[in-house]
Nanobody, 123 residues
Framework: QVQLVESGGGSVQAGGSLRLSCAFS????????MGWFRQAPGKEREGVAS????????YYADSVKGRFTISQDNTKNTVYLQMNSLKPEDTAMYYC????????????????WGQGTQVTVSS
């Protein structure tokens, strides 16, 4: 059974930082690619960042390049999203997801999802 549990969300002022964590449990073959997605009220879910956990290749949405960093700690089976210079438009529910076959920022290809953690950035 695959389980992804996000944590680390919260409320910060613009310019602040947060680090999201995603703890993975289950077959390690599932997490070839680990990604972070977000969805704001009334908007579609969008890919924020993803990482090929075997090769280390990373992908970022243009809106977060230079501000967000995805990383992993294999000893803890955990993926992180370090978010710096946060903006009000980063406010959303953030989801962690796993894809066993490919890697990118398209949510449709990710078959395993966490429950989400809320990030709120005030101006």
């Amino acid at each position: 059974q695959v389980q992804l549990v996000e944590s680390g969300g919260g409320s910060v002022q613009a310019g602040g930082s947060l680090r999201l964590s995603c703890a993975f449990s289950g077959y390690t073959s599932i997490k070839k690619c680990m990604g972070w997605f977000r969805q704001a009220p009334g908007k579609e879910r969008e890919g924020v960042a993803s990482m090929d956990t075997r090769g280390g290749l990373t992908y970022y949405a243009d809106s977060v390049k230079g501000r967000f960093t995805i990383s992993q700690d294999n000893t803890k089976n955990t993926v992180y999203l370090q978010m710096n210079s946060l903006k009000p438009e980063d406010t959303a529910m953030y989801y962690c997801a796993a894809d066993p076959t490919s890697c990118g920022l398209k949510s449709a290809s990710f078959g395993y999802w966490g429950q989400g953690t809320q990030v709120t950035v005030s101006s």
